[in-house]
């Protein structure tokens, strides 16, 4: 949008809404300079490749000037619009903070477009305490639009910024609010936290489709899942990576030290080893592993002593002979005579 246009658009509304006496015509100026605002705001460049940190904290105010003007229009995504700026600023507390104000918003009260209005819905709007505001002011409180994201815009998420390259995006803003939500703690490293919002975002599309007004939105919806299962998958891969590599360095040592000690064991058994007895290293060490306090397994055959399966003939006087018996033995388990 021209930065002229808004500003004459946005004074305009500003005049009119603080010198107009009907409040139904008042509300109606604040509800569309709302609107004004929330398609303004996706048009502030936050991060010019050649700007220097004043004028990016210039745009950054601006920014968010603009958003905390955008909150009149519906009950919810203005407010998630704002979280998705703090989203974008890195600033995952404050997008958390906002998230966890909008989702109890969702409630079965509130009004959908394209929805269907049901008896309750009807009751509601003979209150006293309503039934004295205007249509439009009501739409504050009771009204929750789709999130709408313009061509280009600069808030909507990095994972999604190719959806918004070549037209405007409509996402069901219930499932977006536990999108959010999801990609914050992602960024937060809080993985299991994760896997619980996906469960709750897939409850919200399979079971609260009454959130959606239309196929397109509840197919929009699914996307948004997909794209989540997407990156908490990389996401895992890489902790289960990290995790290899630091029981690599740290605790079993790394994939060549493993090597070198699964070729020294061999060399120092049979250079310990005699003419009486036999030397083999076992256990972890044997395999090569070096955990910090683990037991040495050592293994001593005595070359003197022959076992068998059955009685050998003939038998050798300077031997001991031990037979393996197996009647009555359990399999696993054998006994000797």
Request: glycine content about 6%; cysteine-free.
């Given at each position: 949008?021209?930065?002229?246009?808004?500003?004459?658009?946005?004074?305009?509304?500003i005049q009119k809404a603080v010198t107009c006496d009907q409040s139904t015509i008042?509300?109606?100026?604040?509800?569309y300079m709302s609107m004004l605002n929330s398609l303004r705001a996706q048009s502030i460049s936050l991060n010019g490749a050649n700007s220097n940190n004043k004028y990016q904290y210039r745009q950054y105010k601006s920014c968010l000037s603009t958003l905390l003007q955008n909150i009149y229009h519906d009950a919810v995504s203005g407010w998630l619009m704002l979280a998705s700026f703090f989203y974008k600023e890195k600033q995952y507390s404050k997008a958390l903070r906002i998230i966890m104000y909008s989702i109890p918003k969702y409630s079965y009260e509130k009004m959908y477009n394209e929805m269907k209005m049901a008896d309750s819905h009807q009751q509601i709007l003979k209150w006293k305490s309503l039934q004295k505001k205007s249509i439009v002011h009501l739409w504050k409180f009771i009204l929750i639009d789709d999130m709408i994201f313009e061509q280009n815009s600069v808030l909507i998420p990095d994972e999604l910024q190719i959806e918004v390259n070549d037209q405007p995006l409509a996402i069901p803003s219930s499932a977006y609010a536990y999108f959010l939500w999801f990609l914050c703690h992602y960024h937060l490293n809080n993985v299991s936290i994760c896997q619980d919002i996906l469960k709750d975002l897939r409850f919200e599309i399979l079971n609260k489709k009454h959130l959606m007004a239309n196929l397109l939105l509840i197919v929009l919806g699914h996307n948004l899942l997909g794209v989540a299962f997407q990156i908490l998958e990389f996401k895992t891969q890489d902790i289960s990576i990290a995790l290899y590599r630091c029981m690599c360095q740290n605790i079993?040592?790394?994939?060549?030290?493993?090597?070198?000690?699964?070729?020294?064991?061999?060399?120092?058994?049979?250079?310990?080893?005699?003419?009486?007895r036999t030397i083999t290293t076992s256990g972890s060490f044997g395999e090569g592993l070096s955990i910090r306090g683990i037991d040495l397994d050592m293994m001593y055959l005595n070359k003197s002593v022959e076992v068998f399966e059955y009685v050998p003939t003939p038998l050798n006087p300077n031997r001991t002979y031990v037979v393996m018996q197996t009647d009555d033995i359990k399999l696993g388990f054998h006994g000797c005579v």
């Open positions: 949008m021209n930065n002229a246009l808004f500003r004459s658009s946005f004074r305009r509304g008042k509300y109606s100026y604040i509800y079993v040592g790394t994939e060549d030290r493993v090597q070198q000690i699964r070729l020294m064991n061999p060399v120092r058994d049979n250079l310990s080893g005699d003419m009486h």
